[in-house]
């Protein structure tokens, strides 16, 4: 059950924090600059370590006898590494003829998990709502209980008994006729299981426990399903039922000793130890500087050192391959980290601006935002600068040439850009015509109009005409809302009024007097401005 606490801090104390977060920003920040420019001087000098390293690498074919001719030599080899010597576990018994043994323990613990939720309050305070949940876990180290938030789990945490983690090396370990230095043997790898010695003893010691323990375990099964509270657990071993540690009774189960009721139902307290070895011969490749009988780390002009070990066959490209690879992931592994920090120290140094503002957590917010976006914007510029500064200074020629290209590039385009004139716009022969959506427009009597086709001009020449048959009507100057059609006839005078929409077209009839056009005028009677009452009967 989820157990909750909530407490609320003032607007005072909140911007008083953020002004004490600007000296660690700045720490970040100088932190994070030293680390980007730190990377790419170490990735450089490895970079040039490696490549020195692969032109003066010779290769030692037989590792059976010493070769004074491979003396102080950076030398590639390959072979079988092996070990006489047997590790043997000081608290257990585990033992046997290994390259190394690893002792493993991990303890069943309550651990508590907390999850905050923080609210702006207006003016400026925040309250802080702090959840917390606990669950079984196998943890490497016993959990402090005392400090739990929940009552309940307070205390909670036993443990039957508490061992230490170890690894044992080989100390004599073979390589034809060369020995091996540390820094090879703890490159070797492979762990398989270590199976836990028992003795006749322990396994009817183990047999009662189990049986025990089944008892026990249908003892609180049936006590839980009845209501009834079971009893805390409480240490095996306290000092008092066992006198030395020695004699605190435990399971063992292939290359796991288990101190516990049962290995398939922990319960806290429990504590279990598991066992891995590394076999005593393997085949391994190397790349190192031959020093007499033994191999020491080949040193570069540049102070870099440098010695490798791989399981297996590997020929000496494959090696440098690799370690090149891994050169290049550590550069861009660091660069990353080192753009968040820089990111980070920015937004601690310019935080308070968005804290003043928590009287009002809407503009807050948009502060806040405001100044995630640019302290990002600025951290990574800063780092783009910082890198290109350190690869300046790392790989002058190099820069110096990037920089060239970069300032010819932009110079080019500003004098393309400039180089270039304007079209100028065709000047049209006659009057200028308004542009029309679809076609151009056509002035009639000198006016703009005819959105849809060229308009012409009563008694002038048009320019597109169709062919008319008889003089037309004039054109007064006014808007003519749609294309006439051809007059056959000499129509009556136009008055500047609007014209019909789709006039029909006149014979010689009454001259025109300024109003509008029916729209199937007669052919033989006069109009004298008025509409007539029925346009298809002209003679009413």
């Not at 402090?144 to 370990?173: C, L, M, Q, W």
């Not at 000793?257 to 066992?275: A, E, L, W």
């Not at 891995?276 to 570069?300: M, Q, R």
């Not at 110096?400 to 000047?427: D, M, S, T």
């Amino acid at each position: 059950m989820a157990y909750t606490e909530t407490r609320t801090v003032g607007y005072g104390t909140r911007v008083g924090n953020s002004f004490k977060q600007i000296g660690t920003g700045f720490l970040l920040f100088i932190a994070g600059t030293v680390l980007l420019w730190w990377n790419e001087g170490n990735y450089k000098k490895t970079a040039d370590m490696l490549e020195q390293a692969q032109e003066v690498t010779v290769e030692m074919n037989n590792i059976t006898k010493v070769s004074p001719e491979f003396e102080g030599q950076l030398v590639w080899a390959s072979g079988e590494a092996a070990t006489q010597d047997v590790l043997q576990d000081d608290q257990f018994p585990v033992s046997g003829n290994y390259m190394h043994l690893k002792r493993d323990v991990q303890y069943y613990q309550w651990v508590e998990h907390a999850k905050e939720e923080r609210k702006d309050k207006m003016g400026g305070s925040e309250e802080i709502v702090t959840t917390y949940t606990y669950t079984k876990e196998w943890v490497s180290s016993p959990v402090n209980s005392s400090t739990f938030h929940d009552p309940a789990y307070v205390g909670r945490n036993k443990v039957n008994i508490e061992v230490e983690s170890k690894t044992y090396d080989a100390s004599n370990v073979t390589f034809g006729a060369y020995t091996f230095p540390d820094f090879f043997i703890n490159s070797i790898g492979g762990y398989t299981p270590a199976p836990v010695e028992q003795t006749e003893a322990q396994k009817a010691e183990q047999e009662r426990m189990i049986a025990q323990g089944n008892a026990q375990a249908e003892a609180d099964s049936l006590a839980e399903a009845q209501g009834r509270t079971l009893p805390q657990q409480q240490n095996r071993y306290d000092g008092s039922r066992y006198t030395t540690q020695d004699e605190v009774p435990y399971l063992v189960s292939g290359n796991q000793i288990y101190y516990g009721r049962s290995m398939n139902s922990p319960q806290i307290g429990d504590v279990k130890i598991t066992f891995e070895k590394v076999d005593p011969k393997a085949v391994v490749s190397i790349l190192g500087k031959v020093n007499g009988n033994t191999f020491a780390k080949w040193k570069a002009k540049n102070g870099k050192t440098f010695s490798r070990l791989n399981m297996g066959k590997a020929t000496a490209d494959e090696m440098y391959n690799q370690a090149e690879s891994e050169n290049d992931m550590l550069k861009w592994g660091l660069r990353l980290l080192g753009v968040l920090i820089v990111i980070a120290g920015l937004k601690m140094i310019f935080g308070f601006l968005a804290m003043i503002l928590k009287v009002i957590p809407f503009l807050a917010s948009i502060m806040n935002f405001g100044v995630g976006l640019i302290c990002t914007i600025v951290g990574i510029a800063w780092s783009l600068i910082v890198i290109g500064v350190a690869w300046l200074f790392y790989r002058p020629l190099w820069g110096v040439i990037i920089l060239a290209i970069a300032g010819g590039l932009i110079a080019f385009f500003a004098l393309r850009g400039r180089g270039q004139k304007p079209v100028a716009e065709p000047v049209p022969a006659g009057p200028q015509q308004p542009q029309g959506p679809q076609a151009p427009q056509q002035q009639w009597g000198g006016q703009q109009q005819m959105p849809q086709q060229p308009q012409q001009q009563w008694g002038q020449q048009p320019q597109q005409p169709q062919a008319p048959q008889q003089q037309g009507t004039p054109w007064s100057g006014q808007q003519v809302t749609q294309q006439p059609q051809q007059p056959q006839q000499q129509g009556t005078p136009w008055s500047g009024q609007q014209a019909p929409q789709q006039p029909q077209q006149p014979q010689q009839g009454t001259p025109w007097s300024g109003q509008q056009v029916p729209q199937q005028p007669d052919q033989t009677t006069p109009w004298n401005g008025q509409a007539p009452q029925d346009p298809n009967n002209p003679q009413q």
